[in-house]
């Protein structure tokens, strides 16, 4: 068994997850700041995306024991004529109660109204908006938020989400934006309380929020009692350690939401397969996961990156998504055309592509920044890999993106937190549904090798556990 652990240790060298952590400026909080006075009011509510349009999910911490989780829906303000939805509670060692509730049944493009209940006071009344059948819709894209804190009471935490609730509010207000992404690690060390700080803001209790798992939120088993969301891969050859991939539909676009943590290739494999099988008429294909494939920006994660590439981009290949959203670096970059490895079109100084043969990778930089930094911010800059078309270095400006979608175009507009106008702008156009995806079989060698992350996988989750439950 040992040779077998070091022959699939050393083919895959897979998944050592260590990241450094830019530094954050932090301001001191008064004691009747908003965050801080709202702790048992806000109960860290926030919604998340349900299968389709025709549903919602919303979760929050607490509750009275042996009372049932409810949310009550109207269409009302006042909330006459609620209908209401029970839901589930999930606890583990870190979380000793989460509420998950399902809404189902709702009509798209409507307004809904909504209160949570738990046997506690109720929450006060909170809305959201559907998406209606062929609207346009627009997205926000984070990765990398890292609130962090030691404590609930710590002024580190509650400033850190109000530096999160900031870049929330300013997006928002650029475009009409109809669900937040984040490409993961929402907390730094995978506490409760930062994952309570990173559900704060206002506009998560408005707007579905989709996370998908970091590095560092595989610190301790929190994320798993709180990701509350639809589709999720449970029957695998070898399961994600906490929670798993799992996907959902938002206006014409499919979005995939892998574990790079879970180094079982088969597994995503699978649920790539399954999830367009069960959504063929989708127009766009959008996948997310944690790490950053293509970026090049620290060499001395190459090695892992190159391991990674060999479990993750056959499946994005032979499934022909349109875009995949990364993180982990904190370096912002946005790829060329790829396909197989290889660059199909070079996209340097264009604005747009139509029917791409292959997939653009999208990896965005951090919210988590240290603005009296003296390093300058570079664009374009002498690090990014052979693969980028473009790059964005800052530690002094947090960077987000807003993804707009129609049934023929894709834009993707990137900020630095409190400018005005992206410092990139690019449109991917589609004029059929497959656009210039390749129609190829997988490559061979990956029908056998998917296996090995598998293998690598199951004997991993073993040692990462116990050093989960030693950590506290």
């Known amino acids: 068994m040992n040779k077998v652990t070091k022959l699939i240790s050393t083919a895959l060298c897979l998944i050592l997850l260590f990241t450094s952590v830019l530094p954050i400026n932090i301001g001191a909080v008064s004691e009747d700041d908003f965050y801080v006075e709202n702790i048992e009011k806000n109960k860290g509510v926030y919604l998340s995306p ?9 979760t929050w911490y607490g509750g009275k024991d042996d009372v049932d989780p409810i949310v009550k829906v109207s269409e009302n303000e006042n909330m006459t004529n609620s209908v209401s939805f029970t839901g589930t509670i999930h606890s583990n060692e870190k979380v000793e109660r989460s509420n998950h509730v399902t809404v189902t049944g709702l009509e798209k493009g409507k307004t809904y109204y909504y209160v949570c209940c738990d046997g506690t006071n109720d929450t006060e009344v909170k809305s959201f908006k559907t998406v209606a059948d062929g609207e346009d819709f627009s ?11 030691e404590s609930y009471d710590d002024p580190t935490l509650y400033q850190s989400a109000k530096n999160w609730e900031n870049a929330l509010v300013e997006a928002t207000g650029r475009e009409n934006i109809s669900l937040i992404l ?15 700080a990173t559900f704060l803001p206002e506009t998560l209790k408005s707007i579905p929020f989709a996370m998908a798992i970091g590095n560092h939120d595989v610190k301790r088993f929190t994320y798993d009692a709180l990701a509350n969301y639809p589709n999720t891969k449970t029957n695998n050859i070898s399961k994600s350690l906490i929670h798993g ?26 649920f790539v397969k399954d999830a ?12 997310m996961f944690h790490h950053d494939l293509y970026g090049g920006h620290i060499e001395s994660r190459e090695s892992e990156n190159k391991l990674l590439r ?15 959203l990364t993180g982990h670096s904190h370096r912002f970059s946005r790829s060329h055309v790829i396909y197989k490895g290889e660059i199909t079109e070079n996209l340097c100084d264009k604005t747009s592509v139509t029917d791409p043969e292959g997939t653009i990778y999208l990896n965005n930089g951090t919210l988590r920044v240290d603005p009296d ?14 693969f980028i078309a473009t790059d964005y270095i800052s530690e002094t400006k947090g960077i987000y993106n807003i ?50 992350g598998t293998v690598y996988n199951i004997i991993n989750n073993i040692s990462r556990k116990s050093e989960i439950r030693d950590r506290g």
């Open 50 to 58: 349900g299968a389709d349009d025709t549903e919602i999910r919303v």
């Open 139 to 149: 997205a926000m894209y984070v990765s990398d938020i890292h609130l962090t804190g």
């Open 182 to 196: 984040s490409g993961g690690d929402q907390a730094t060390e995978g506490q409760p309380h930062e994952y309570y």
């Open 245 to 270: 991939d799992y996907y959902f539909v938002k206006g014409n676009a499919l979005f995939l939401v892998l574990d790079s943590t879970n180094s079982s290739a088969a597994d995503h494999y699978k």
């Open 276 to 287: 367009i099988n069960e959504n063929p008429d989708v127009k766009w294909r959008i996948m």
């Open 310 to 324: 060999a479990l993750f981009t056959p499946i994005i290949d032979k499934f022909q998504i349109d875009l995949v």
């Open 373 to 386: 930094s003296e390093n300058q911010d570079i664009i374009d800059s002498d690090l990014k890999s052979e």
């Open 403 to 452: 993804l707009t979608f129609t049934d023929d175009s894709l834009t993707i507009k990137s900020y630095t937190y409190g400018t005005e106008k992206p410092f990139t702008e690019f449109t991917i156009n589609k004029t059929s549904q497959q656009g210039g995806h390749p129609d190829k079989p997988i490559q061979a060698w990956f029908v056998v090798g998917k296996y090995l």
